[in-house]
């Protein structure tokens, strides 16, 4: 217990804000350091008390379980993760990681520990530790243990079904997981130095047989089981290079480095033994970006080049603002039937449901829909904008064209959808048909007013229900990869039957190719058809605003009361809805975009210099935010 105290005593002259210590953890350790070597007798009694503790203390743990992933799935580790923050694990006390608990017993320990110098913290741990031969000789066997035993968890990794299953062909990989175990037995029987170099070569081969299949995960898919089996790899892989970077120390050429590197690893992670939030963000990374993916190969279509690409833009956006206006007269017809509110729900979702399909089919586009398609490909952009300055002018001008694009998308949605409503309402009231009363256009109207109502925070509703529509598409284009749905699809009877032997190849391309289109827009169909509904039935503040949508409903109301409109209203309104637009625009967008960044890893450090070659280019040609210029290789005469 002496022992216990001392370590304590010295811990708590480091940690930051204490009585006595500075906030700087390093200028706490540097004084610690003054005083120990100043005081030998002191310094000698601690190494006493030390040798006394850690010579008698089991490693094995510590080496093979803090710091992995050792449960079966990503819930039961969740689950465990849950129930020891509530409930701690009991520790044996001769464990040194009871030993590590007793010292960082604050819950911010790993943050100033973290940021403690690596060459003032050897040099701490070469005045207070045991003698080096005697610390080796009681803590080397452990190392070996520790070894083989994550030598056959590695080895049970490499070989389970979902992992073997992608390594199929390229054996050499599959092979190097087996491979590790028979030369972690040469170690253990003597032979080092030769087995010392083999087992890191095998370790280096299995970690490039995850980063192979994490680089098909276009072609094959993803799982979250998947995920978190090649996470585990990845890092039994690191502690075992960890430690055999440690034996090899002691074989050979003795260095301090590779043990403190290894302590601080375990100690920092035993702090942090209950972090969910880091967990979850290591094992969604690889699915997010599958989920992603799709959208980002899909965006690369929603960004226009030339002129006659940004033509071609226009007309689409105007077909799906067409569709839209008659999808909006049709609503207003639902409306007067007036259902309850979950089969108004399922009516309105279902209509909105066909109409963005027959919208997908018919090759015309909804500008709404774009930013979650073209966040995925501005985020394959960053991958090479991390540290190239070319890059991130490559990167600016993609930036440019995607404003562009969707700048003119939105505006043939909002146009064609005002005057097809302008026009269909003319008609009727010529017809003398009655859309709706004078009442309710007049509540129309005020729905869509800036700050009478609560349009702003409905548009925002609208951008989240656009991005998660984004997210089921990805989900299912991964799902149809992931489960070898094709091949599954090819040898089923059924379907042979139902569309004849000649045509199944073509129906599952036709499947293969419009299926995550199909679920994004139906069920954005449903999220935008039912949210109105769904905050009646709860009482929530539950509704959407579309842009599109929202110009159709201005068209049909000032027809609907005769042109009689005064035109601070009409101002007003125009207002709103172009500001609806840009909240659904920058909500998606901002939302996609996020989770394409993280999904990748990336760390993008070069916004400002991103930002201010936008504001150059912007303040010298404001226009080519908006119109692509004339002179475009292979548009000359344009």
């Not at 706490?28 to 009694?45: F, G, R």
Request: glycine letters at 8%.
């Amino acid at each position: 217990m002496q022992a216990e105290a001392e370590l304590m005593r010295l811990v708590r002259q480091i940690r930051p804000g204490l009585i006595g210590a500075t906030s700087n953890p390093n200028v706490n350790l540097l004084k610690l350091i003054d005083e120990l070597k100043s005081s030998p007798h002191l310094t000698m009694l601690i190494q006493a008390r030390l040798e006394e503790l850690l010579l008698t203390r089991d490693y094995v743990f510590a080496l093979t379980e803090t710091g992995l992933t050792l449960e079966s799935g990503v819930f039961s580790e969740v689950y465990k993760r849950i129930e020891y923050k509530l409930l701690p694990k009991a520790l044996d006390e001769n464990d040194v990681l009871a030993l590590l608990t007793t010292l960082f017993d604050s819950p911010s320990d790993d943050v100033w520990f973290e940021k403690l110098n690596h060459e003032k913290l050897l040099e701490l741990l070469a005045l207070i530790l045991p003698d080096r031969a005697r610390f080796i000789e009681a803590l080397e066997p452990q190392m070996l243990v520790s070894l083989e035993i994550l030598s056959v968890r590695l080895a049970g990794l490499g070989y389970d079904p979902l992992v073997s299953r992608r390594l199929k062909e390229r054996p050499e990989f599959q092979s190097a997981f087996l491979e590790t175990t028979r030369q972690v037995n040469k170690l253990i029987e003597g032979g080092r130095g030769a087995s010392h170099k083999a087992l890191g070569e095998q370790l280096t081969i299995c970690s490039q047989g995850v980063k192979w299949i994490r680089s098909r995960r276009g072609v094959d898919g993803a799982s979250l089981a998947l995920t978190f089996r090649l996470v585990r790899i990845q890092q039994v892989i690191r502690r075992m290079k960890m430690v055999l970077e440690v034996i090899e120390a002691i074989d050979g050429e003795w260095s301090p480095r590779p043990g403190l590197a290894l302590f601080r690893e375990i100690a920092i992670a035993e702090m942090r033994r209950f972090d969910l939030g880091e967990f979850l963000k290591q094992n969604l990374e690889l699915l997010a970006y599958q989920i992603t993916e799709h959208t980002g190969r899909a965006g690369e279509h929603y960004i226009t080049k030339s002129r006659v690409e940004w033509r071609g833009m226009f007309r689409s956006a105007a077909i799906g603002g067409l569709v839209v206006a008659g999808m909006a007269l049709v609503k207003v017809l639902i409306s007067k039937m007036s259902m309850p509110p979950l089969p108004e729900a399922l009516a309105y979702g279902s209509w909105y449901a066909l109409g963005f399909v027959f919208i997908h089919f018919i090759h015309g586009t909804l500008a709404t829909k774009q930013p979650a398609m073209t966040a995925s490909a501005l985020a394959t952009s960053m991958d090479e904008a991390k540290t190239s300055l070319e890059a991130v002018k490559s990167l600016s001008e993609v930036v440019i064209r995607t404003i562009r694009s969707q700048m003119v998308a939105l505006f043939g949605n909002f146009v064609l959808a005002l005057v097809l409503a302008l026009a269909a309402g003319f008609v009727l009231y010529l017809l003398k048909i009655p859309l709706m009363n004078e009442e309710k256009a007049m509540a129309m109207l005020k729905s869509l007013h800036p700050w009478k109502s609560g349009s702003m925070w409905y548009a925002a509703i609208a951008g989240v229900c656009l991005f998660i529509s984004g997210l089921l598409a990805g989900m299912a284009d991964n799902w149809f990869i992931f489960n070898s749905v094709g091949a599954r699809l090819k040898a089923s009877k059924i379907l042979s039957r139902l569309v004849g032997p000649h045509n199944l190849h073509r129906t599952i391309q036709v499947i293969d190719h419009n299926l995550g289109f199909l679920v994004g827009n139906i069920s954005l169909g449903f999220l935008l058809g039912s949210m109105a509904s769904i905050g009646n039935i709860t009482g929530l503040p539950l509704d959407i605003r579309h842009i599109t949508f929202a110009s159709a409903s201005l068209g049909l109301s000032v027809t609907s009361l005769n042109f009689q409109v005064p035109i601070m209203v009409i101002f007003w309104t125009v207002l709103s809805v172009v500001l609806m637009g840009f909240i659904n625009l920058g909500v998606s967008f901002s939302l996609s975009l996020f989770v394409a960044v993280r999904s990748r890893g990336i760390r993008f450090s070069q916004t400002s210099q991103l930002l201010r070659l936008l504001y150059i280019r912007f303040r010298a040609n404001p226009w080519e935010f908006f119109v692509p210029p004339r002179e475009v290789t292979g548009e000359k005469g344009h």
